[in-house]
């Protein structure tokens, strides 16, 4: 079965700084890979997603992520963190009937 | 197109109690599934449906449960209500199975238990 670590639970950087969350992921095939974002009382939200094709891919809100298959990496990024970015992020992988959340890191953002 | 509604939103209850949770996914979603999230065990896996058909179980004791009608509407039930089970549980529905596609989820329904 797929398993995602994240390696970092809990990440601080301040207004306006780039931001890169990790992700790596265990599976035998080409994953369908996800970011979603929980803001504090809310569901998870889809930032993007990865099946196919360009390993650069863009989702909402200005967050990109690159698949890495060497790395078995799948990390988000953001060139320029807002005060509204603090929240929960989880990578996710996906296969046929099955999805395995990481851990999440939680995201705080300094004025 | 409205999103995926889960009721009640909060809920207390006390121990040895029986609960049941509701989920209504988005129109033409035939996959439901439910999460129990916590700090310590962040999200772990209940049980997914496909067209009333249970199709996955994560591991969680029988005390668990769950349905799904003919309008892709589900429920959860726990029985015997533990200390442990004060969760937020999740429910996401998707048009296909669960992996290979976006979940799509409801904000969750917070239940503590006393």
């Known amino acids: 079965a797929q398993s995602v670590t994240q390696p970092d639970i809990h990440i601080t950087v301040s207004e306006g700084a780039s931001l890169e969350l990790r992700c790596n992921y265990s599976?035998?095939?080409?994953?369908?890979l996800f970011w979603y974002v929980q803001s504090p009382g809310q569901g998870l939200q889809l930032l993007l997603k990865y099946f196919s094709g360009d390993t650069l891919v863009q989702g909402i809100k200005g967050f990109e992520a690159e698949f890495k298959r060497s790395q078995s990496s799948f990390n988000l990024r953001k060139p320029s963190v807002h005060w509204s970015d603090a929240a929960e992020y989880f990578c996710a992988v996906g296969a046929p009937n099955d999805m395995r959340f990481g851990a999440g890191t939680r995201l705080t953002v300094k004025p | 197109k409205a999103g995926v509604t889960q009721t009640p939103r909060y809920l207390i209850k006390t121990r040895g109690q029986q609960v049941t949770l509701s989920c209504s996914p988005i129109?033409?979603?035939?996959?439901v599934s439910w999460y129990q999230q916590t700090p310590g065990q962040g999200l772990q896996f209940l049980f997914e449906y496909f067209s009333e058909t249970q199709r996955n179980k994560g591991n969680f004791p029988g005390r668990f449960s769950g349905r799904q009608f003919s309008n892709s509407r589900s429920e959860m039930n726990v029985s015997t209500l533990e200390l442990g089970d004060s969760a937020l549980y999740l429910c996401?529905?998707?048009?296909?199975?669960?992996?290979?596609?976006?979940?799509?989820f409801g904000e969750g329904s917070r239940l503590t238990v006393l």
């Open positions: 599976y035998g095939a080409t994953p369908y």
């Open positions: 996401a529905s998707s048009p296909t199975s669960r992996g290979t596609g976006e979940l799509f």
């Open positions: 129109s033409g979603h035939r996959s």
